[in-house]
């Protein structure tokens, strides 16, 4: 069974553009969620959704947005970005909802804007 | 709002000895706890989980983590670790929604 493929692995970018991510799912996981990974702010929670709904989403501005299509891939977006939006942007999909189950991760899509 | 917390951001232990991470959770409702490994330039990846039941939960690469309501901790331990256990160690709790909380993390820096 394939696990979680992020797109792209590392990307360089410059401040004010935009760029999109690209997320996977296990076959058969229907929640997808996104986290953000600095080594200064840990792990913080940017969305997630489930079938094609955002149903829970972090404290982040509004240059982050994301979607999922019906096939439960996912896409999250950043715009304009800054020089803080360099970090590693890890993808995680979950089978059960509602109900409590593990999240299982991508490798991560490692951003760094100069 | 539930939060994790970490008490220690890194641990450095020699090689065969036992070690505990440390994790303590505030969470007022029923909590499901997890503790995750990350290796450098990965993913996160679960090493045990405790949903309900048996309160020692016994997980993969011979961790073990109990849960304990009253002091609200989760702690990880091994009796004897190795050199491939070199990585951040993360606790996580969630709430029946899949809500997830991740703590700050823990390095493990086993020494030979």
């Known amino acids: 069974k394939a696990g979680v493929t992020q797109t792209p692995r590392y990307l360089i970018k410059t401040r004010g553009q935009q760029v999109t991510l690209s997320c996977s799912p296990i076959s058969g996981h229907r929640s997808v969620s996104w986290y953000q990974q600095t080594p200064g702010q840990g792990l913080q929670f940017l969305f997630e959704y489930f079938s094609e709904t955002q149903r829970n989403k972090g404290n982040f501005p509004g240059r982050f947005s994301g979607r999922q299509f019906s096939n439960s891939r996912s896409e999250m977006n950043v715009s304009t970005l800054e020089l803080g939006d360099s970090a590693l942007y890890l993808c995680?999909?979950?089978?059960?909802?509602?109900?409590?189950?593990?999240?299982?991760f991508g490798e991560g899509s490692r951003l760094t804007v100069l | 709002a539930q939060s994790v917390t970490q008490l220690d951001s890194q641990v450095p232990v020699f090689e065969e000895a036992p070690v505990e991470l440390r994790c303590n959770y505030s969470?007022?409702?029923?909590?499901?706890l997890f503790w995750y490994v990350q290796y450098p330039n990965q993913g996160l990846q679960l090493l045990l989980k405790?949903?309900?039941?048996?309160?020692l939960v016994k997980g993969i690469n011979g961790f073990e983590a109990e849960f304990n309501k009253s002091q609200t901790s989760f702690h990880l331990r091994k009796p004897s670790v190795h050199i491939s256990d070199t990585a951040e160690y993360f606790c996580a709790v969630s709430d029946f929604f899949n809500k997830f909380y991740f703590g700050s993390g823990t390095k493990l820096n086993v020494k030979p």
């Open positions: 405790y949903l309900s039941g048996s309160t």
């Open positions: 969470s007022s409702v029923s909590v499901y």
């Open positions: 995680a999909s979950s089978q059960k909802a509602p109900g409590p189950g593990e999240l299982f």
